[in-house]
């Protein structure tokens, strides 16, 4: 870059100058003139916007930066907080259980304490002098007596009594997590802009098989570590698995309509059984086989999974309840419901797909109605995006830097949206021949995308950034 600025230097302050100025009263008014001048404003806007983006940028990274640092602050105070909690708590737990066993041993203590007085007591009738032959008898009797029940209790409290001392089992995993630590996290860098891409067709899979009853409707797509490609059929009630090439390799029958998929582990997807209001996990290795299950409470759609925290998002509606995002532990425990903002207005019509973002705090949804919707975790509506040119808003594609594509399954297109929810461009049109898009995924070290929908066919393009025209 050095070198060229220095050229630069050198062609604008070259010698001759009195020549070219002479030169230049004559050629002020013809056409290499006018262009050269038009270039150099050209290039003035051009740097000057390129300036503009990237002192937005420091901005932008200013507060992203005060804002992690408050988050860590909080995160520090929230710790502090906890491990004096824990620390209360372990010291009440050893105090209470200090308790039970010395008032056990106490117990104990009572009873030989009394013996003892009535033992002593026995002894001192005997050293008493003056009494008759009779009288020393009976208390020869009693003390007799008395001597064997003291060593059966005795013998009973000895049979009984466990010794017990205290120890202190340190949670070692908690101790050495907080101990070897060295930050709460990590600082993760990412690309952010709002470049506009463009898509390139490539080819086609038929995804139908000979026996599937109907068409075929793609509504889940995931791209697994192998590079094998698993499938939802909605209307054939099958997930199907690919190879690279798009050759089918095999498939499970869901026992229900899979209205979504995500990955959520290694060698695991999950898909949501709509009608039957079921969350199915499906094994993915060697052989495809069927999983542990839970039900949902309405109607279920898209699903995500939150990787960091176990969780699933999932978007449920139907007629007797307000729509909303329901999220999940792994067992189907109900963690908590996105269904009103603030206000205690409604945030969604007909939720669709979910898209979780890494290492965020935001989270999109696509919805039926009002096209899609962008929320913090903590249930804040961020952003709406609507357009003319998105029907029915369904499909949602993560690209790199928190870009967003959505699927439009009447507008039979594919819309790329910025990171503040407006509209970039429409990546692929009805001219593409589309039919009725309604998901795609990003295959990001291929820059492939995958578009599904109503057909026997999945589609393939490359996808690339825009070239800048100078």
């Known amino acids: 870059m050095s070198h060229f600025l220095l050229d630069l230097h050198k062609k604008l302050s070259c010698g001759n100058t009195k020549q070219i100025t002479d030169i230049a009263k004559d050629a002020s008014n013809n056409y290499e ?14 740097v000057q916007q390129e300036m503009a983006e990237r002192n937005k940028n420091i901005r932008n990274l200013d507060k992203k930066k005060d804002a992690i640092l408050v988050k860590i602050g909080k995160s520090e105070d929230d710790m502090i907080k906890k491990i004096k909690d824990i620390a209360e708590k372990s010291r009440e737990d ?63 409290l000895f049979e009984n009594w466990q010794q017990t001392e205290l120890y202190y089992q340190l949670n070692q995993t908690l101790y050495n997590g907080i101990i070897t630590a060295n930050s709460f996290g990590d600082v993760v860098e990412e690309t952010i802009d709002d470049a506009e891409f463009t898509a390139k067709f490539n080819r086609k899979f038929n995804i139908k098989l000979d026996n599937d009853a109907e068409t075929p409707e793609i509504m889940g797509i995931c791209l697994m570590k192998d590079d094998t490609i698993v499938v939802t059929d909605y ?13 089918i390799i095999d498939f499970i029958d869901l026992g229900g309509s899979p209205a979504s998929l995500c990955q959520t582990g290694p060698e695991e997807v999950a898909a949501t059984l709509r009608e039957e209001k079921q969350v199915q996990f499906v094994s993915v290795g060697k052989t495809l086989s069927l999983g542990h299950s839970f039900a949902t409470e309405q109607k279920c759609t898209g699903l995500s999974y939150d990787p960091e925290s ?29 269904r009103e903002d603030e206000s205690g207005a409604k945030l969604f019509s007909s939720p669709c797909q979910i898209s979780l973002q890494s290492s965020s705090d935001t989270f999109f949804v696509s919805d039926n109605s009002d096209g899609v919707i962008a929320l913090s975790k903590t249930g804040q509506k961020l952003w709406t995006f609507t357009d003319n040119d998105l029907n029915r808003a369904w499909g949602l594609v993560k690209l790199p830097g928190r870009k967003i594509l959505v699927c439009g399954i009447h507008s039979r ?16 049109g009805t001219s593409r021949g589309t039919e009725f898009p ?33």
């Open 438 to 470: 309604t998901v795609a995924v990003h295959n990001r070290n291929h820059s492939l995308l995958l578009v599904g929908g109503r057909s026997a066919f999945m589609q393939e393009y490359a996808i690339s950034r825009k070239q800048l025209l100078l």
């Open 33 to 46: 003139f006018r262009a050269a001048k038009s270039d150099i404003e050209q290039c003035l806007e051009l």
């Open 235 to 247: 209307y054939n009630t099958r997930l199907k698995r690919l190879n690279k090439d798009g050759g």
């Open 413 to 428: 297109n594919i819309l790329q949206l910025a990171t503040n929810g407006k509209k970039i461009n429409e990546l692929i």
């Open 310 to 338: 176990g969780e699933l998002y999932v978007s449920c509606d139907d007629n007797t309840d307000t729509p909303s995002v329901n999220v999940y532990n792994r067992s189907g425990k109900l963690q908590r419901v996105y």
């Open 94 to 156: 050893v105090s209470a259980k200090h308790s039970e066993h010395v008032k056990a041993v106490k117990s104990d203590v009572n009873v030989l304490e009394t013996v003892t007085a009535t033992l002593r007591k026995g002894r001192d009738k005997l050293e008493e002098t003056g009494l008759s032959d009779s009288e020393m008898f009976v208390h020869v009797n009693n003390c007799e007596s008395m001597a064997s029940d003291v060593k059966n209790l005795v013998r009973k």
